[in-house]
Nanobody, 119 residues
Framework: QVQLVESGGGLVQPGGSLRLSCAASGRYFSTNTMDWYRQAPGKERELVAGITGGFSTNYADFAKGRFTISRDNAKNTVYLQMNALKPEDTAIYFC?????????????WGKGTLVTVSS
């Protein structure tokens, strides 16, 4: 069983920064890919960034150059540093991982943290 708890969301002005955190419970954190997704009102959930156990990263085009994903395996935590925030970044941000259980991939999601970018 994996539990993911996000924190760090809030209200920020355009051009500002936030750092989101996702604390994960359970074993084998260091070997699993961790992702950040977001869902804006009326829109589908979309991938923001991911980081593998080997620290390889990938980003959505809108996140490149502004967002940085990182992980601290000693703390079982993944981060999302967001800079130069725009109003269109307003969304609920979710932490996600997928684990194999009996050969079947199981998706785990946190409850999300709200990011509001507004003046």
């Amino acid at each position: 069983q994996v539990q993911l708890v996000e924190s760090g969301g809030g209200l920020v002005q355009p051009g500002g920064s936030l750092r989101l955190s996702c604390a994960a419970s359970g074993r084998y954190f260091s070997t699993n890919t961790m992702d950040w997704y977001r869902q804006a009102p009326g829109k589908e959930r979309e991938l923001v960034a991911g980081i593998t156990g080997g620290f390889s990263t990938n980003y959505a085009d809108f996140a490149k150059g502004r967002f940085t994903i990182s992980r601290d395996n000693a703390k079982n935590t993944v981060y999302l540093q967001m800079n130069a925030l725009k109003p269109e970044d307003t969304a609920i941000y979710f932490c996600h991982t997928n684990r194999l259980l009996g050969g079947i991939g199981i998706d785990y999601w946190g409850k999300g943290t709200l990011v509001t970018v507004s003046s």
